[in-house]
Structure formats: structure tokens, C-alpha cells
């Protein structure tokens, strides 16, 4: 499985709010600590804030927070919201297909029977199991560890 740059800072994004709890982070923050461009991580959080999954402030003491409760989001909900075209394969039916066996083929089907699988697995996670289970993220991250926001 491959995610976009996109998906995956989504998830970093989260994963990072979600360690630093009730003190947030900024863009500039979390960009500096994944190496990434502060104008790509805008749109992300622009993007997790209108999914109401982020909640920025402005001003002084202003920054970013989770929105919501970790245990309330699944892995896979998320990667369905951050990869809406996620089967971007002919096999699986996206887009103009161009494949002349398309529908007679066996193919297809055991496709979407594992990217079914995968989503079943996916979809039995949540941020919070994710955070439970990342031991030393906050040192990597170069944060103390905060209480939860939630």
C-alpha cells in the first residue's frame, strides 16, 4: 500500500497533536519536526480543520488541537476521507477504464476482496490505539509528554 504525501502528513499531523495533547503544536512545529514545507502542511490542516478533526486558534496563545477524541476516529475512516480515490486502479472501476476484459475478468474481483480485507483491518484501529502504541514519539518528535486533550 502506498499513501500520498498528503494522506501520510495527515496521519503525522494527527499522530503529532494527539502526543502533544492539551499543549497543541503549531504548523511551523509540526513541519520543522517531519521535515516537510509549511505551505504543503497548511493545506493538510486546512483540510483537517474543515473535516473537524483539528481545531486551530489564532493569536498569541493560539495553535492546534485535536478536535476530537482519539478513540473516536478509526484508521480507516480516516484513510477513506484522506484517499476518496484510494481504488485509482482500472481494476477496481475508477475513472474511464480501458481495459477490454474489464468485468469479465477474475481479477477484479479478488481485488476488491483484499482491498476490502484491508479496510476491515484498518477500520478496527483508532487514533487512540495508534498513539497507545507508539512508544518514544514524543522524544522523536522532541516533545514532553502531555496529557491527553481529551
Known amino acids: 500500500m502506498r499513501l500520498t504525501t498528503y494522506s501520510d502528513l495527515s496521519f503525522r499531523t494527527l499522530i503529532f497533536l494527539g502526543v ?6 503549531t504548523i511551523p512545529e509540526i513541519a520543522a519536526a517531519f521535515g516537510s514545507s509549511e505551505h ?10 474543515r473535516l473537524k478533526l483539528v481545531r486551530a486558534t489564532r493569536g498569541r496563545s493560539g495553535g492546534l488541537h485535536l478536535a476530537v477524541a482519539p478513540s473516536a476516529v478509526t484508521i480507516g475512516g480516516l484513510l477513506r476521507q484522506f484517499e476518496p480515490e484510494f481504488a485509482a486502479s482500472e481494476c477496481l472501476g475508477a475513472g474511464q477504464n480501458g481495459c477490454v476484459i474489464f468485468g469479465a475478468c477474475g481479477l477484479q474481483r479478488v481485488f476488491n476482496e483484499s482491498l476490502g480485507a484491508l479496510f476491515a483491518v484498518l477500520d478496527r484501529y483508532t487514533l487512540e490505539d495508534v498513539l497507545k502504541s507508539s512508544k518514544g ?6 516533545l514532553e509528554a502531555a496529557p491527553p486533550l481529551m
Open 20 to 25: 502533544a495533547g492539551i499543549r497543541g503544536a
Open 40 to 49: 504543503h502542511l497548511r493545506k493538510v490542516v486546512a483540510e483537517l480543520v
Open 137 to 142: 514519539v514524543a522524544a522523536k518528535l522532541g
